[in-house]
């Protein structure tokens, strides 16, 4: 069985199909607003460490274990040890999860390409730009006749990731001649590690889970990829050259969304994930017509690479179904089960689009955010004496309902006082299923990973699989430090914080 996998007709095949899977909304959506809530350099800082000092080795051996193995998750986990197998299963669970707001955002990001799609023909679905005199106006714009052809072009040239980093670029570097801007770059790139003597836990937990979500990690989509990879490859480059291309990707959005904030929003980063789309359609509108032509090629670019990863994370789910119908000697039923797990994550995805992105069923939302529906909004303040600057207080009336204290409220000693947690964790159903996915069954299954090279199967196992073909496994040392103590360590940090948050 090991070896009769089709695989990637070249090895460019190969990384443009992995590089596709992993650039995707985690980079242009999720990095900028995580970056923008958990104090920006610092967590570039702490991101960028985890890179290399977890992802690359995670992703090493994610891919080895996809190649040696040949299988997908579940097969892959349960052949190296029957103890492990509850790994496969986790890794079939996730992306599940993600999907469970992915497809939303996907969604969203359609809108948006077609709502500037329909104003560059001047149909103005939400009255952004003036159809007065449009085709006179038009073919007698110089400037956007160019635009046009030039894209033509650039479509036809490139078209896809490729496309997306050009897209990417122009948009780099209208928004750097935005009066203000710089203050994003201080923000990102200008050396400040006080959010880390801050709260160090959380800056490392929010880095950590969007290390692994950006770059596919810790659940078995590598796996699969690796199963993929011909044995004359070299597992190592290609880890690093996916590990750079996302990280750079990541960056890129970063260095167009935290500069617009300051820029346009008065340096407000922290608005959570709502912040690219709220970011973008300002600068957008401060392009004139031209802003409809960006605005939506930017998003069907985005479009395009949202694409690529959620069908790549419906195919995790898909085949391990197949597989298991496959091995029971049943017919693979490959359609039906794509079209079954749809289905299931649409249900899943009904409270994420529903509830308002955090707004609640106070702010107009259909559907309340978990911690309403949970029932886990309040938590007493404690044994407090005074109130501690910065903390929104609640007191409980007779009727059960909350109200906020005014903020020039004088402190009464023995009265109970509350807090909202909603506020705390996973304040909206997207960053509920983010919390379940990428912050704890990710970093678990790094860690559990991780400590199964490092300590149980030994590293030798991966530099045997990676030596193939004459290939030189290079920094063996490095990576068994990843392996055995870094990973595991940091791992356990990151799963111990997001318990405690959890828990209030
Ligand atoms: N990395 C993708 C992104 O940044 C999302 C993703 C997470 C993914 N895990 C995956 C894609 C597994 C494919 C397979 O958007």
Known sequence: MENNRASFGSNFGFIMAAVGSAVGLGNIWGFPYKMGMSGGFAFLLVYLVLAVFVGLAVM????????????????????????????????????FLVLCFYFVLGGMVTRYALGYLTAIFGWNTWNVSDIADFFGSFILNGGSMILWTAIFIAINAFVGMPALFVM?????????????????????????????????LKVLKT???????????????MITYGSYLKKQESVQKNAVIVVICDTLVAIMAGMIVMPACYAFLGGETSSGPGLLFLSMQIVFSKMGYVGNIMGFLFYALVFIAAISSSMSLLEVITSFKVDQNVEQGKAPGRK??????????????????????????????????????????????????EFAEGTTYYVKGDDGIYTKLAADEAFVEGETYY????????????????????????????????????????????????????HKFWGKGFFNLCYKIITPIGMAFVLYAQITGFFG
Request: aromatic fraction near 12%; proline fraction near 4%; include cysteine.
């Open 168 to 200: 990417l670029l122009i948009v780099i570097i209208y928004v750097a001649c935005q009066p203000g801007a710089g203050g994003g770059y201080k923000f990102m790139f200008g050396w400040n590690i006080k959010p880390l003597q801050e709260d160090f």
């Open 336 to 385: 039906k089960y794509a079209i079954i797990v749809a289905i299931l994550v649409f249900v899943f995805c009904l409270p994420t689009a529903l509830d308002g992105l955090g707004s609640g069923t106070n702010g107009g939302a259909t559907i309340g955010n978990p911690a309403d529906v949970l029932g886990m909004h309040w938590a007493e303040a404690g044994d407090i004496t």
């Open 60 to 95: 090493v051996g994610e891919l080895a274990i996809g190649r040696k193995t040949g299988m997908s998750p579940v097969a892959a986990y349960r052949k190296l040890s029957k103890k492990f197998t509850w790994m496969g299963y986790m890794a079939v669970l996730v992306p």
């Open 419 to 470: 807090l909202d947690t909603s506020k705390t964790w996973n304040a909206d159903w997207l960053d509920f299923y983010d919390m379940l996915s990428e912050g704890i069954m990710m970093p678990l299954g790094a860690l559990v990973m991780a400590f199964g090279i490092g300590w149980i199967w030994k590293i030798d196992m991966i530099v045997e699989e990676c030596e193939q073909s004459g």
């Open 207 to 221: 880095a950590a889970g969007q290390m692994f979500f950006s770059l596919s990690l810790g659940m078995g989509a």
